[in-house]
């Protein structure tokens, strides 16, 4: 049995890598779990083929909208994404207010594995009701 199992991984290791598979792409990191509202945010989007592996180079089209889920007005922003030239994208993003948001992520106008990302954003974390003592705001000094 063990043997089967190299050869199969022999054989898959000299396929060429590629092309893009939307649905085997994943993203991380604590912007695809919240924060707090009025702070930036980011994760990692790694893009990858149909076998799982991941990409060797960038240029894709990474695509991200972030939407209020609560709320009368349709609130609807993108995100910054930085391409690394290996296969990954750093999103980085921040919302105005408290609440539910989805964050849509696409590569190649297909979602990814597990898109749209339900995100709950808590109050910004800025200065106390009591006003604060620091004397830092947003922490210039």
Same mark, same amino acid.
């Given at each position: 049995?063990?043997?089967?199992?190299?050869?199969?991984?022999?054989?898959? #290791?000299?396929?060429? @890598?590629?092309?893009?598979?939307?649905?085997?792409? /994943?993203?991380?990191?604590?912007?695809?779990?919240?924060?707090?509202?009025? +702070?930036?945010?980011?994760?990692?989007?790694?893009?990858?083929? #149909?076998?799982?592996?991941?990409?060797? &180079?960038?240029?894709? *089209? @990474?695509?991200? =909208?972030? =939407?209020?889920? /609560?709320?009368?007005?349709? &609130?609807?922003?993108?995100?910054?994404?930085?391409? &690394?030239?290996?296969?990954?994208?750093?999103? /980085?993003?921040? %919302? !105005?207010?408290?609440? *539910?948001?989805? @964050? !849509?992520?696409?590569? #190649?106008?297909?979602?990814? !594995?597990? !898109?749209?990302?339900?995100?709950?954003? +808590?109050? +910004?974390?800025? @200065?106390?009701?009591?006003?604060? /003592? #620091?004397?830092? %705001?947003?922490?210039? +000094?």
């Amino acid at each position: 049995q063990e043997e089967d199992d190299e050869e199969a991984e022999e054989e898959e #290791s000299n396929k060429p @890598i590629g092309p893009v598979d939307p649905a085997k792409c /994943t993203a991380a990191g604590t912007g695809v779990g919240g924060g707090a509202a009025g +702070s930036a945010v980011s994760f990692v989007v790694v893009t990858k083929d #149909s076998d799982g592996r991941r990409l060797p &180079h960038g240029g894709l *089209d @990474i695509k991200v =909208r972030i =939407r209020a889920a /609560t709320g009368g007005e349709e &609130h609807q922003q993108e995100a910054l994404v930085k391409d &690394h030239g290996d296969g990954t994208y750093t999103v /980085t993003y921040a %919302v !105005s207010k408290r609440g *539910d948001y989805t @964050i !849509s992520v696409e590569c #190649s106008g297909q979602p990814i !594995s597990g !898109s749209p990302f339900p995100v709950f954003f +808590s109050g +910004s974390g800025g @200065i106390p009701a009591g006003g604060g /003592t #620091s004397g830092f %705001v947003n922490g210039v +000094s």
